[in-house]
């Protein structure tokens, strides 16, 4: 018997550490430590599968939390039927009420019981969390687009006073170009994004 663990993030590495450090404390190897980074759009597990290949009867499986196992119900209920017949029990970091166990078996058939109804209310709670999490973003947004805001980067005008700063840069009348930055009261992104719009108009004019 051994203990695998594990983790999936959507983005940045801090919860993955955090994940790792809780694995290390209950003993799994490195080597049977397996991880994705998900995004909504991206829910491509490789890691899932090979952990699923390096599980045996009788082996454990730890996760953080069961939505771990799935972006939804269907795929939440599909592989804890999958573990269940494999024999493999599941470890619930969060949820330790829905943890899989069969060294006991007779106390399988009243665990089960319990375990599945449990199941069944927190992987509705899961999916419905996540519907709730889309839901109230896209009203996010809907209500910056009424209100006016811009949603992506802020467009910055080109003012003549600008351009007459820009031209004097380019003709080296400026020492450095922070310089330049300073005068024409732009910070060092901005300057050379509308360095390289009218750098592109110059060259359209040449043509």
């Known amino acids: 018997m051994k203990k695998v663990g594990y983790m999936r993030v959507s983005t940045g590495k801090q919860n993955l550490d955090r994940q790792y450090e809780d694995f290390k404390k209950l003993g799994i190897e490195d080597k049977y430590i397996y991880e994705d980074k998900a995004t909504g759009k991206n ?8 952990m699923k290949r390096a599980l045996e009867k009788g082996d454990i499986l730890v996760i953080s939390s069961l939505d771990r196992l799935g972006r939804n119900a ?6 804890w039927e999958y573990f269940k017949d494999n024999k493999i029990s599941v470890q619930v970091l969060d949820m330790p009420s829905l943890n899989l166990d ?27 969390d996540r519907v709730q999490i889309v839901e109230r973003t ?4 809907e209500q910056a687009r009424h209100r006016g805001k811009s949603l992506g980067r802020p467009k910055v005008e080109i003012t003549e006073e600008f351009v007459e700063i820009w031209r004097k840069w380019k003709n ?14 732009t ?7 509308l360095n ?12």
């Open 172 to 185: 080296g009348e400026f020492k450095t170009t922070v310089e330049a930055m300073k005068q024409s009261k």
């Open 43 to 50: 829910f491509e597990r490789v890691g899932f599968e090979y």
């Open 187 to 193: 910070s060092k992104t901005t300057f050379y994004r």
């Open 138 to 141: 896209k009203q996010g947004l």
């Open 74 to 79: 269907k795929e939440l209920k599909e592989q």
């Open 102 to 128: 069969y060294a006991d078996e007779k106390m399988q058939p009243i665990t089960q019981l319990i375990n599945n109804i449990i199941f069944e209310i927190f992987s509705w709670k899961a999916e419905s």
């Open 196 to 207: 390289k719009i009218l750098e592109n108009g110059d060259k359209n004019n040449d043509k």
